[in-house]
């Protein structure tokens, strides 16, 4: 795909992201559908990009109802009511880029074919309709109403511990910190203003990013610390004591209160496999990963980079909701004991420089096929092979002439075992290319 990436299309504003290109994409999108939702994160440059869009889909006859700034799971949900919704936001990326995702009514972000279908779309420009059939925007008021109340039917009022928020200064602002009062927390706030040029840190929730997050759950003696993206489909938290829960704690955590099915991409931890009944394995990225949900009718999915999807609200990732979610888990659980007793392996990941890395994945798949047993190897992404103590994925990389080994294991025996014998098939191949 020229434009899109497994996120939508992104990039920096003004170089890849042009306006333009947004009303190219606004033909694209309102030539197929006439009722849209559009919305935006808090992002300096979100009115170029909206007005472009805007301009495209009126014009190809569509009508418009503008959401004004809106978390991306907030967007996802109201598109229920539409035929497709248009998120105007570059996630975790630092000011000066933005980007477009669009989503279906069932609240699950386009899929690849989907966005192959607007791809084409872009690239021929269908036929402008008369003057009379151009559509009209208007305001659309009951986003955040109506993902606040869904939350609060899954949820209830009870909850009674004392959280800090970091929304990072992005588009979770406009619900989380009412959302948690409602459900009956003590809130304190950090970075709960929205400010596009995100002036108080990188909006990727990393924990080097969040480091007064993190004080000011020791210092105010909270139960729990919340972090979203700047677009708050993404979360991570910090426990009682200011210790990061990181992705893979989380992962596991949730994963562990939907014991019978769980989707989550082929280099997530094994840890999965031995606290969930069906563990489906995905490829790499949240698209992805509602796929999966969708089509094994699973009851969690994620990702180790604080995207949670829960298909009781809905099919897109939404931090807001896994917020909740974990602050109700951890008045009920002990977060620190429960994530110190999950069991931790040794990781080990190395990029091999490779020009031609299609070929290379090619004839490295054959060889795999040939050598080991098929119930070992998984090709959804890459190729992953399954050993008694641990596994390697294979992997190339989706932007760079690199070829990414990872591997875990039980112990750094196992894993040197492990690594060593995927990096020589890996070179060996190499070799005969
Ligand atoms: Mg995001």
Not at 89 to 97: G, I, L, M, R, V
Not at 279 to 299: T, Y
Request: charged share 30%; net charge negative.
């Amino acid at each position: 795909m020229d434009y899109f990436g497994s996120s939508g299309i992104r990039g920096i504003i003004n170089e890849k992201i042009t306006p333009e290109l947004c009303m190219k994409v606004g033909r694209a999108v309102g030539s197929e559908n006439k009722n849209i939702i559009i919305g935006t994160d808090p992002r300096t440059t979100a009115d170029m990009v909206k007005s472009a869009v805007i301009s495209g889909l009126t014009a190809s006859g569509a009508d418009v109802k503008d959401a004004g700034m809106v978390p991306t799971p907030t967007l996802a949900q109201a598109t229920n009511d539409f035929d497709c919704g248009v998120m105007i936001t570059a996630s975790h990326n630092p000011s000066e880029y933005n980007g477009i995702k669009l989503w279906n009514p069932d609240g699950s972000s386009f899929n690849t074919q989907q966005m192959l279908e607007v791809e084409k779309r872009i690239k021929d420009q269908p036929d402008l309709p008369t003057w009379d059939k151009v559509g009209y925007v208007d305001k659309y008021r009951h986003a955040v109403d109506e993902h606040v109340e869904s939350i609060k039917g899954l949820i209830g009022e009870s909850l009674n511990s004392k959280v800090v928020l970091d929304c990072a200064n992005g588009a979770g602002c406009a619900v989380t910190p009412f959302l948690l009062r409602e459900l009956g927390c003590d809130i304190i706030t950090l970075n709960s203003n929205p400010d596009g040029t995100f002036p108080a840190h990188n909006p990727e929730p990393t924990e080097s990013h969040l480091k007064d997050l993190q004080k000011a759950v020791q210092n105010t003696d909270a139960d729990i610390g919340i972090a979203h993206d700047g677009d708050a489909d993404r979360m991570v938290a910090f426990d009682e004591n200011g210790d990061f829960l990181d992705g893979d704690e989380l992962l596991a955590l949730f994963a562990k209160q939907f014991k019978d099915s769980v989707v989550v991409p082929v280099n997530s931890s094994m840890i999965i496999e031995e606290l969930v009944d069906n563990v489906i394995r995905s490829k790499v990225g949240d698209v992805f990963v509602a796929e999966e949900i969708k089509k094994h009718d699973a009851r969690f999915g994620g990702e180790p980079s604080g995207t949670w999807i829960f298909p009781e609200i809905s099919y897109a990732p939404d931090g807001i909701y896994a917020a909740a979610f974990l602050i109700e888990l951890s008045e009920s659980m002990n977060l620190t004991e429960e994530t110190e007793q999950l069991p931790s392996y040794p990781r080990k990941k190395e990029s091999v420089q490779i020009q031609k890395k299609k070929d290379m994945m090619e004839s490295l798949k054959k060889y795999y096929k040939r050598t080991y047993e098929s119930e070992r190897l998984n090709f959804v992404d890459g190729i992953r092979i399954d050993y008694e103590n641990g596994w390697a994925l294979i992997r190339a990389s989706g932007t760079e002439p690199k070829i990414r080994i990872t591997s875990e294991a039980k112990d750094d025996d196992h894993l040197d075992e492990i690594f060593v014998e995927s990096k020589k098939n890996l070179l060996d191949i190499k070799e005969d290319i």
